[in-house]
């Protein structure tokens, strides 16, 4: 059993659709990540849920809307997008308070948006 | 913002040959730490480096963290065609972790 599973790995959408994005965490770590990664740019922080507390970066579209329904689990839901929005969307997870902040990626979802 | 500045950005090698990476930054930072992500796969921790001159090795891959702990490099000796992939070096400064641009390494048989 992988320590972060991310499903689908690959998802076509149109811009009307509504579809979302689940990770989930097998490491028992306290802390779950949302990251963009688009070609030609460092990987994007979005969204960041600490002892289940989120943390938002503000400058993500409300098109984007996470959800952890507790610690192991973590979705993102997509509404609207744009095409600008395809891209390798990353979950991460890692334990808070090592001061370290070494990530546990999952495989990734790879979206395109139509 | 700190930035991390990953150079080559691209690099594309026989089997065999040696090479150097370096992620630089103006910022100081606690800990840095480098990962590769293969092709269709999410990045994976290589290795974590806290102490400023700090090097460690594993197995064909040598980091080096900068004394003043602003820089840091990667270097494998007789590089195989499965060290192809994404070299990411990460940042962490304070609560934050940044992230660079990458190294994309291409070993040729």
């Known amino acids: 059993e992988t320590g972060v599973t991310q499903t689908p790995r690959h998802l076509v959408m149109g811009m009307t659709n509504k579809k979302s994005l689940k990770c989930e965490q097998h490491?028992?770590?306290?802390?779950m990540y949302w990251y963009k990664q688009s070609a030609k740019k460092p990987l994007e922080l979005m969204f960041v849920?600490?002892?289940?507390?989120?943390?938002e970066n503000n400058s993500v579209p409300s098109r984007f809307s996470p959800e952890c329904p507790n610690s192991s689990h973590l979705f993102l839901h997509l509404h609207t997008l744009q095409p600008e929005d395809s891209a390798l969307y990353l979950c991460?997870?890692?334990?808070?308070?090592?001061?370290?902040?070494?990530?546990?990626f999952g495989e990734g979802s790879r979206l395109t948006v139509l | 913002t700190q930035l991390l500045e990953q150079s080559p950005q691209f690099l594309s090698i026989q089997e065999g040959e040696n090479l150097t990476v370096y992620c630089n930054s103006s910022?100081?930072?606690?800990?840095l730490q480098w990962y590769r992500q293969e092709p269709g796969e999410g990045p994976v921790l290589l290795v974590t480096?806290?102490?400023?001159?700090e090097v460690k090795k594993l197995k064909r891959l040598t980091f080096q963290f900068g004394d003043a702990r602003k820089d840091s490099s990667l270097h494998i000796t007789a590089a195989q065609t499965g060290d192809t992939g994404l070299y990411l070096c990460?940042?962490?400064?304070?609560?934050?972790?940044?992230f660079g641009g990458g190294t994309r390494l291409m070993v040729k048989p």
């Open positions: 991460a997870s890692s334990q808070e308070g090592t001061n370290t902040g070494e990530l546990f």
């Open positions: 490491l028992g770590h306290n802390a």
């Open positions: 849920y600490s002892l289940e507390e989120r943390v």
């Open positions: 910022s100081v930072f606690s800990s």
């Open positions: 480096v806290v102490t400023g001159g």
């Open positions: 990460a940042g962490t400064w304070g609560n934050m972790l940044t």
